[in-house]
């Protein structure tokens, strides 16, 4: 029903900049909430960013002050923006939507496939 295509991973030295994308599409009738989620090897899954349609956002303390929240309403489609990029923000990332389909009055969790961004010299 709801299909997250997230795109803008990769390699990257420490100190650099990566710009995700995550395009969400299907039968989508309004969109709560959007946010970036990342696992590391080993490590839980946790909350890099998050933006509601109010344009509420918040970050892991670890992200705070380098990375960006974004969203586009009208591609509902939701961005990071991350600067000055260390190695410890090595991870697959992940898109999480809260959206409501047609035909539901509820808003239910979407989650993309992830994509991967290593920090690394």
């Known amino acids: 029903q709801v299909q997250l295509v997230e795109s803008g991973g990769g390699l990257v030295q420490p100190g650099g900049s990566l710009r995700l994308s995550c395009a969400a599409s299907g039968s989508i009738t309004s969109i709560n909430r959007m946010g970036w989620y990342r696992q590391a090897p080993g490590k839980q899954r946790e909350l890099v960013a998050r933006?509601?349609?109010?344009?509420?956002?918040n970050y892991a303390d670890s992200v705070k002050g380098r990375f960006t929240i974004s969203r586009d309403n009208a591609k509902n489609t939701v961005y990071l923006q991350m600067n000055s990029l260390k190695p410890e923000d090595t991870a697959l990332y992940y898109c999480n939507v809260g959206a409501r389909t047609t035909g539901s009055y509820i808003y239910w969790d979407y989650w993309g496939q992830g994509t991967q961004v290593t920090v690394s010299s």
């Open positions: 933006i509601t349609n109010g344009d509420s956002t």
